[in-house]
């Protein structure tokens, strides 16, 4: 991976069923399923201008998808919807029933 700009990485996931979460000692970015925060999530530093190869590694650790799907996700050959399928299918999100109560 190469350096990315912050800007555009806080783009794409906005695109991707994140939300941001500014609150906090750095800007994090949780993914939502069916309206519900999962655990699925990354940070970027308030300050952060560009976002270098070592971080972007961690940024797609954190996401659960190798580097080349980190990219893609980044560069939207990867959309929402088959990100979600992805983590749907490799048990890192859990399918809601959405009939079913919440608890």
């Given at each position: 991976?190469?350096?990315?700009?912050?800007?555009?990485?806080?783009?794409?996931?906005?695109?991707?069923?994140?939300?941001?979460?500014a609150t906090r000692d750095h800007i994090y970015y949780f993914l939502y399923y069916k309206g519900r925060k999962t655990s699925i999530h990354t940070k970027i530093?308030?300050?952060?201008?560009?976002?270098?190869?070592?971080?972007?590694?961690?940024?797609?650790?954190?996401?659960?998808?190798?580097?080349?799907?980190?990219?893609?996700?980044?560069?939207?050959?990867?959309?929402?919807?088959?990100?979600?399928?992805?983590?749907?299918?490799?048990?890192?999100?859990?399918?809601?029933?959405?009939?079913?109560?919440?608890?």
């Amino acid at each position: 991976m190469s350096i990315r700009k912050a800007r555009e990485v806080k783009q794409a996931l906005n695109c991707k069923s994140f939300r941001e979460d500014a609150t906090r000692d750095h800007i994090y970015y949780f993914l939502y399923y069916k309206g519900r925060k999962t655990s699925i999530h990354t940070k970027i530093s308030h300050n952060e201008k560009d976002i270098g190869s070592s971080l972007l590694s961690q940024m797609a650790r954190q996401l659960k998808v190798s580097k080349s799907q980190f990219n893609d996700l980044l560069d939207c050959p990867l959309t929402a919807d088959a990100y979600l399928e992805f983590l749907i299918a490799e048990r890192h999100v859990v399918p809601r029933n959405s009939n079913r109560a919440t608890t």
